[in-house]
């Protein structure tokens, strides 16, 4: 967006809510006529939209937009990422950023990257934090954990949901302190030296625990997938809004080795989208959406 003046910016901005006020999602058919404008595939027309009811055409700026920011992914990300209907992608990302308001409006955005190179301060500390108390909904391993308030509303609400199908959650690990996370990492470098370390263990500051979001369920360690929790979190987490962060053989993405145990909670909206749109790979969907803001 740098590139554009100021004066371009705002007639994107205006044309931009015409767009979505006045066809957020055109029919398939639609789709089809405006110029196989698949991202991904090298099939682009540039955002010229034209269907057989128009009187103008006119370059799409949104779509010119998910071109500009899907440019910019990694390369493995566009060897997997196809967004083969653009407008009904860009319809979901609207859905996916409008849910997002929902959540903690004080506090980070709900979806903000953090990870190896996206960091925060030793002095962030999420607004709020709320207390994990021994309750009915799942079984708490410590007395010192803690959570965003919407995600530790939505632990609840997941919680609720595992004993309906005769599941008990047990949580092990939540929000980390900066200081706290300093320590843990130490410990791992001195425990398994800096290179193993550093595939499982976040250096301060780039913690997805640090933003009072993320839950490391029962033993934190390979087999916990095989256990009933396990189990069940892999079925349906999904549909609470918790997504797995660091899948199996996505190493090269994420920064660290598949850890089976650990979830963000994103909301329902957006593991719907990650995994419609982005292969389920939370890291993916994030650094998109990182950039579509940026852009
Ligand atoms: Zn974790």
Not at 222 to 229: E, F, H, L, R
């Amino acid at each position: 967006m740098k590139k554009f003046s100021k004066i371009t910016v705002a007639a994107i901005a205006i044309i931009t809510l015409f767009n979505f006020a006045a066809c957020s999602k055109p029919k398939a058919s639609e789709n089809k006529g405006a110029g196989n404008q698949t991202v991904g595939t090298n099939q682009t027309d540039n955002g010229k939209k034209s269907d057989s009811s128009n009187h103008t055409t006119q370059p799409n700026p949104d779509i010119e937009k998910l071109n500009a920011v899907y440019a910019k992914m990694s390369s493995r990300f566009k060897s997997e990422v196809k967004i083969e209907e653009p407008y009904e992608f860009l319809a979901d990302l609207k859905t996916v950023l409008e849910a997002e308001k929902q959540y903690a409006g004080d506090d980070l955005p709900l979806y903000f990257l953090i990870d190896k190179t996206h960091t925060v301060g030793a002095d962030y500390e999420p607004k709020n934090l709320v207390a994990l108390v021994k309750n009915d909904d799942y079984v708490i391993n410590k007395t010192t954990l803690s959570l965003r308030p919407d995600a530790a509303k939505a632990l609840s609400v997941l919680g609720r949901a595992a004993q309906k199908d005769g599941v008990m959650l047990d949580v092990s690990s939540t929000y980390r302190s900066y200081e706290y996370q300093k320590n843990l990492f130490d410990y791992w470098v001195r425990v398994d030296g800096l290179e193993e370390a550093e595939r499982e263990s976040a250096r301060p500051g780039t913690s997805q625990h640090q933003l009072g979001v993320a839950v490391d369920f029962g033993s934190i360690d390979d087999n916990y997938d095989k256990t009933p929790g396990g189990k069940w979190m892999y079925a349906h987490a999904a549909e609470y809004g918790w997504s797995l962060s660091f899948p199996k053989e996505y190493e090269d993405i994420t920064g660290y080795r598949w850890e089976c145990w650990h979830f963000r909670f994103i909301g329902v909206e957006a593991c719907r989208f990650q995994k419609k749109w982005f292969n389920d790979v939370q890291q993916y969907m994030l650094e998109f959406i990182d950039e579509w803001k940026k852009s």
